[in-house]
């Protein structure tokens, strides 16, 4: 081969270095953005949250009805049920998601005045799922620690003494009816260390209504009732501090379009998506309980 030939070779070798170069760095180019789509969209902060509800002119005449929590009142990364009372309520109540994904009941209590400067009629707490997940081991305990500064590891004293704060400070400065919502299972798998401590904690807020007073609603035994009444084989194994299930099920939904029911329904769950969230049934039943309390009060 001539020298003309070997620099047509070359040519060529570099520019097909050259394509594939170009086609690599667009398919990284999508998937960041991929990614960063999905991010977005998991995290979005509800239209409806506190502090947008106190940037506005906000009808006097209607009932405030604020449902404080984590993500499974976010309802970004699980079905949103505050959403969902919103659509059974009349325009005369106003519903205000005070939802933020991964939080324990030390981050609500940070965050109270928000809550309280809404000046609500109703309050519902449905908080300690992160509590609960952080005591799963110690790398469960430093994710929380790590992610949000904690002061101390999670354990079920700090989280009982910081959910009687919260439901002292609402009791002591609104005149809200508050009502407290048990735990979703942890798993549906019912000899898990994780479905273990969802009731502990659940029992802890069933005292903790009791001796303040307020309401309790019932979530976690009514989920579990149904769970236990069930003989079916869980198809994953929940190792803790992982998150691995909850990304696919983030993706199954923002991407391809999946609705949670039907994640849900894939992994085998009656009530949740990723041993942790809800699906659109789960959220129903806390919202029908909503619902009755808001009703009756």
């Known amino acids: 081969m001539g020298s003309a030939g070997r620099n047509t070779q070359k040519r060529f070798q570099n520019l097909m270095i050259q ?26 902060l509800p239209e ?111 989280f009982r003494q910081n959910l009687v704060r919260i439901v002292t400070r609402l009791k002591r400065e609104t005149r809200a009816e508050i009502a407290l919502l048990s735990l979703p299972p942890i798993t549906e798998d019912t000899g898990h260390p994780g479905y273990l401590q969802a009731r502990k904690y659940s029992h802890d807020i069933r005292a903790i209504a009791r001796e303040q007073q307020v309401a309790y609603l019932p979530l976690h035994e009514l989920l579990t009732f149904a769970v236990e009444g069930e003989t079916r084989e869980n198809k994953l194994v929940f190792r803790g501090p992982e998150r691995t299930q909850m990304y696919k099920a983030i993706v199954a939904h923002f991407l391809l379009g999946r609705s949670w029911d039907t994640i849900a329904a894939n992994n085998g769950f009656l009530f949740l998506t990723d041993f942790i969230h809800l699906n659109a049934k789960a959220a129903g039943i806390a919202a029908d309980l909503i619902d009755d309390f808001i009703r009756h009060n």
Request: charged share 20%; with cysteine; aromatic share 10%.
């Open 19 to 44: 394509k594939f170069s170009m086609a690599l760095g667009l398919l990284f180019l999508v998937v960041v953005g991929t990614c960063f789509s999905i991010y977005s969209k998991a995290t979005q």
């Open 48 to 158: 409806n949250r506190p502090q947008a509800i106190l940037n506005q002119v906000v009808d006097l005449n209607k009932r405030v009805v604020v449902c404080l929590g984590d993500s499974l009142t976010h309802g970004r990364v699980s079905h949103n049920y505050v959403d969902e009372l919103d659509e059974r309520f009349p325009d005369d109540y106003l519903f205000v998601n005070a939802g933020i994904n991964s939080e324990l009941t030390y981050n609500v209590l940070l965050r109270i005045e928000t809550v309280i400067a809404l000046k609500p009629d109703y309050i519902t707490v449905l908080i300690g799922t992160n509590d609960a997940l952080g005591t799963l081991g110690e790398q469960s305990a430093q994710r929380y620690i790590e992610k949000w500064n904690l002061p101390q590891a999670p354990d079920r004293k700090w």
